[in-house]
């Protein structure tokens, strides 16, 4: 057994000897007996061998628990199981031990917050036991049992719901189980859109993948305002002062934690919480999300934003845990502004949740873990399993779109003491639902990940049947392929494995489930098409919404983000049809896809790179090089990363836009990855198409990576940025809007890391009315090895000769676009206005 470091909370608890229908599977535990387990005969022929029982004292949530497990064993062995009340000697025993007088075996459950998910599963001679510690745990039991026997809900709804048929039911097991992690939600972002509320509930019961322990950790301080509206309304002082004002109003308020009468407000709000509520667990002590601290002198001497948070939560953890309701937490996240480790020690029952974003300081997540731990706290994690505005649902979007991922990410945690998790996800089963099933499955035994391959073979098999084999190619594409492709390639194939599968299959169940996978493709080949401007926004949020409760993609969310939340939440929206897309629809939209969509062998792999991007031409040593030039006629859409040098706070730009359409007036955006909003941290639309030079100054609070985003309608904008600042373009395979920029004559550099073997991508013209493809490839000494104007649109390949690797390439005098595919996709006008992925560059610079 792995031993992990302890955690002064609680012990977990395993010892396992399983057998089910066909095999004996042993764990080989120090405390495991090698009796033979019995085998309980639970139905055969169609008739149902034992009742399932329940005690006299048994809850109306065990009864509910019982009755579906009757349910399901007879849709299973089509026996009828009837529903009796008993001692607990004989039959399928479902409760708690202490509904039960004759209990053939003995079992006794702990009595804390940690304990209360632990059951048991043991067969004997007069039947089977499925005892739990609370009717969370019984619960558990049966769907733990009716997992064993082969039932599956691996996504929400009837669908994706696998009823085995099983003739002759039986098992041996002696099994007690408790999770890997006491908190495990899984929940979506924007929320529930109505129809998705009870699948996704049974989805997380049947999963097991629920809060034993509810650990609250949201943004709590404008609700702790809101509850004591009066008492602020006198006390100005209260509020955080930002400049010379104390900010009453509005969102993301702060506390002057340092005022003694503020924190003794905040305390007796939270034991007259526990005291209204005895039976939480938690309170949130979590800041309102955003900045706006307090700026006076006080607070300054308590320390840190991370000292001032975890002080409060201090005092309220102390209060709490001594008015004799029992052990009571508080909730916190590490997180934003409050990410960095705190000065003061954490009290032992205050647990801060990392974030796995928004990380503020320069911290890694492990420094944050570290960190926060060397404190004394017990941590949790909170975690961004798909977050639609960052991945719009697509293929290796979301960090659960790669359940490798998950299954390497979840142990590692769990390896450095963590016992909460908590994943912002989204309503989005088509990329993300395998991801999901695997997170479940290790969040409650980590030793399931292990299983990684087994549990995504079960997957196939059950789900899928005779089609597995395309379906796996599909998943892999979807899930673990790293072949950097264009859109309409990896669309292609998708549509084609679907094709494979629905050919290899005549059961209409697995055929709805592909079905729903052919409307999933089609929402990426939608987005793919909006994103690249060949397509609108409004055939994305037509087909999200018409295909919504398949629950595929998250249309709620989506609808917020590309359209609006007034207009999701508008019945009547034109954009809102509800008539369903029968099969002679979905086999069109197959047909045409494939039709539309050809794949294309590029003749070399494409590689993966991240757009954590860093100065690069110091750390690499790259030579100087001649200043290249920008695209001459940028138009539309523009996005360049630059980068923010520390105390700079301020982009000063000059900016030109010739008037062309002057379809809209234009507008400058500056984005940084810290700002937890995910909105612009600056914005500009004070200067003219009108030829003319304009100041513009965007500000920021961040330093480092900045992202900027120009709109002009057709326009073109040109920008004369700060010297010595910066500043690359991104030209991937998948980089959206592409085209915009590269709209006329431009040069510029490229980095080739170490031990590349080709330079691969793809070249053609922006635009069906724009010039052909010209210009030159020239290696690092300068000498051409591809024109382009001797090509013809499409894939191109150079290889690479030694000594060429480890140092900057040059596109020469280049109309069209040339989206890199073998070498990180990011070209500059010089060697130190070149910024390069993280990872290369720490590569590298090793080297």
């Given amino acids: 057994m792995r031993h992990h470091p302890s955690v002064a909370l609680w012990t977990p608890r395993r010892c396992t000897s399983t057998w089910v229908l066909l095999g004996l599977v042993l764990y080989a535990w120090p405390s495991l007996s090698l009796a033979v387990t019995p085998t309980t005969e639970l139905a055969n022929n169609h008739r149902a061998l034992l009742p399932v029982v329940v005690g006299t004292k048994a809850s109306a949530a065990t009864k509910a628990a019982a009755a579906e497990l009757a349910h399901c064993l007879g ?264 990410s960095a480790p705190p000065g003061v020690r954490v009290h032992a029952n205050v647990i801060p949740s990392a974030t796995t974003a928004f990380i503020r300081g320069g911290y890694t997540f492990d420094q944050i873990v570290e960190g926060w731990q060397a404190k004394g706290a017990t941590l949790g994690v909170y975690d961004y399993l798909s977050v639609v505005a960052w991945d719009w649902n697509l293929p290796r979007g979301g960090a659960a779109s790669r359940p490798s991922y998950v299954a390497e990410f979840l142990p590692r945690i769990h390896g450095q003491g963590i016992r909460f998790y908590d994943a912002e996800s989204g309503d989005c089963w088509g990329p993300c639902g395998l991801g999901y099933y695997i997170a479940s ?32 190619e599909f998943y892999r594409l979807i899930t673990e392929d790293t072949q950097r492709r264009s859109p309409s390639d990896l669309v292609g194939r998708m549509y084609r494995q679907l094709d494979a599968a629905r050919r290899a299959t005549a059961e209409a169940k697995i055929l709805e489930r592909i079905n729903h996978l052919i409307l999933y493709t089609r929402h990426a080949e939608l987005y793919y098409a909006y994103a690249n401007r060949s397509g609108s926004v409004e055939d994305v949020a037509r087909h999200a919404y018409r295909i919504r409760k398949t629950m595929m993609v998250h249309s709620y969310g989506l609808w917020c983000r590309l359209i609006s939340q007034q207009a999701a939440l508008t019945a009547d929206h034109p954009l809102k049809s509800e008539q369903p897309l029968g099969p002679e629809e979905i086999a069109g939209i197959l047909s045409e896809g494939i039709a539309k969509n050809q794949p294309v062998d590029s003749g070399f792999a494409g590689v993966e790179f991240s757009k954590k991007l860093v100065p690069a031409a110091q750390r690499l040593q790259l030579a100087k090089v001649p200043l290249g030039t920008f695209p001459a006629e940028p138009q539309d859409h523009q996005q360049y990363w630059v ?118 991508g793809w070249a053609s013209r922006v635009a069906n009315w724009a010039p052909r493809i010209s210009g030159k490839l020239l290696d690092a000494e300068g000498r051409e090895v591809l024109d382009f104007g001797k090509l013809e649109e499409g894939w191109f390949k150079v290889p690479v000769p030694p000594g060429q690797d480890g140092r900057l390439w040059k596109f020469e005098n280049s109309q069209g676009q040339r989206l890199l595919m073998t070498v990180p996709p990011y070209v500059a006008r010089s060697a130190d206005e070149l910024l390069l992925p993280q990872e290369v560059v720490e590569a590298e610079a090793k080297r």
Wanted: charged share 25%; hydrophobic share 35%.
């Fill in 75 to 338: 849709r299973m062995s089509g026996a009828e199981f009837t529903i009796e009340t008993g001692d607990g000697n004989r039959g399928l025993v479902v409760g708690c031990p202490s509904d039960f007088a004759k209990l053939p075996i003995s079992v006794q459950f702990g009595g804390g917050p940690f304990d209360r998910e632990e059951y048991v599963l043991r067969s004997h001679p007069q039947g089977l036991c499925l005892l739990g510690a609370t009717d969370l745990a019984v619960s558990h039991a049966i769907w733990d049992l009716l997992h064993r026997l082969g039932y599956r809900q691996f996504f929400p709804g009837e669908t994706w719901e696998v009823i085995p048929n099983v003739s002759h039911l039986k098992i041996a097991v002696d099994d007690r189980q408790s999770p890997s992690f006491y908190a495990r939600r899984i929940w979506y972002n924007w929320g529930l859109w109505g129809y998705n509320d009870e699948p996704y509930r049974q989805w997380c019961q049947r999963n097991r993948a629920v809060k034993g322990f509810d650990l609250n950790s949201g943004h709590s301080y404008e609700s702790i305002i809101a509850a004591n509206q009066s008492e602020f309304d006198k006390h100005a002082e209260y509020f955080a002062l930002v400049g010379d004002q104390r900010k009453s109003r509005g969102g993301d308020l702060k506390f002057c934690i340092s005022n003694s009468g503020l924190r003794k407000l905040v305390v007796a709000h939270a034991v007259r919480f526990f005291q209204n509520n005895p039976g939480a667990d938690s309170i949130s002590m979590d800041p309102s999300d955003g900045g706006g601290w307090c700026e006076c002198e006080s607070c300054a001497r308590m320390g840190t934003v991370s000292d001032r948070v975890v002080t409060l939560a201090n005092d309220v953890a102390q209060a709490i845990n001594g008015v004799g309701l029992g052990a009571k937490y508080v909730g916190i996240y590490a997180y934003n502004q409050h």
């Fill in 441 to 472: 499955r290790v969040l409650w035994d980590i030793r399931e990940a292990q299983r990684l391959d087994a549990l995504v073979d079960d997957f196939l098999d059950k789900a899928f049947g005779s089609a597995h084999e395309p379906m796996r």
């Fill in 643 to 760: 980068w923010v040098p520390e105390g700079l706070g301020a982009l000063d730009l000059k900016i030109k836009v010739q008037k062309v359409w002057v379809n809209r007036m234009p507008k400058i955006s500056l984005y940084s990855p810290l700002e937890v909003t995910l909105k612009a941290v600056a914005s500009d639309e004070s200067y003219k198409p009108d030829g003319k030079e304009y100041q513009v100054r965007l500000k920021t609070p961040y330093a480092g990576l900045h992202r900027v985003e120009t709109l002009d309608g057709g326009d073109f904008t040109r920008i004369e940025w700060p010297a010595g600042m910066p500043v690359t373009i991104e030209s991937g395979i998948d980089t959206p809007d592409v085209t915009s920029h590269f709209r006329g004559s431009w040069t510029m550099y490229f980095y080739v890391p170490k031990g590349t073997k080709v330079v691969g």
